[in-house]
C-alpha cells in the first residue's frame, strides 16, 4: 500500500522536470474529470470551466486506496477548488491536496498548462 502511495507526490511548477502531453483541451469534458497515465501512475486532469482553471491530482483515492478521483465531484468551498471522491465523499483541495474534512489523507496535485489547445502536465521525474 505505501509502496503505491509513494509514487504520488505534489509537483510545484518550480520542480517541474518534463511537461507531458496528455491531450488536446476538447479531449477533456468540462467541469468534469479524466484519467490519464503517467509511467505507472494514474492521474486525474479536471477542466474546471466555471472557474476557467485546470487541475490535475493522484486518481487514486488514500481512504481506501480505489483509483476514483477523476470520477469525483469538483466544486469549491470557500473558493478552495475541491474533488469529492465518488466513493465516500471525502473532499480534498485542487490546490494543495489537503483533506477539507479535516481528516489525516492528502493526495499529490501537479501543475497543469495548456499551449496551443494542448494540456500538459508537470511531472519531477
Ligand atoms: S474511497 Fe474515496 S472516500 Fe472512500
Known amino acids: 500500500m505505501q509502496q503505491i502511495l509513494d509514487q504520488y507526490n505534489t509537483v510545484t511548477e518550480n520542480q517541474v522536470k518534463t511537461w507531458f502531453k496528455v491531450g488536446s483541451v476538447s479531449d477533456f469534458p468540462e467541469n468534469g474529470g479524466a484519467c490519464i497515465k503517467y509511467k505507472t501512475r494514474q492521474i486525474a486532469v479536471y477542466n474546471f470551466t466555471r472557474k476557467n482553471k485546470w487541475y490535475a491530482c493522484q486518481n487514486l483515492c488514500p481512504h481506501k486506496m480505489e483509483m476514483v478521483l477523476s470520477r469525483g465531484m469538483i466544486g469549491d ?3 478552495v477548488p475541491k474533488v469529492a471522491c465518488p466513493m465516500h465523499k471525502k473532499t480534498f483541495s485542487l490546490e494543495d491536496g489537503s483533506n477539507l ?3 489525516d489523507y492528502k493526495i499529490a496535485v501537479y501543475p ?3 499551449e496551443k489547445e494542448n494540456v500538459y ?3 519531477s521525474d
Do not use: M
Request: charged share 15%; aromatic share 8%; hydrophobic share 40%.
Open 121 to 123: 502536465i508537470g511531472f
Open 101 to 103: 474534512n479535516g481528516e
Open 112 to 114: 497543469v498548462k495548456i
Open 77 to 79: 468551498l470557500n473558493s
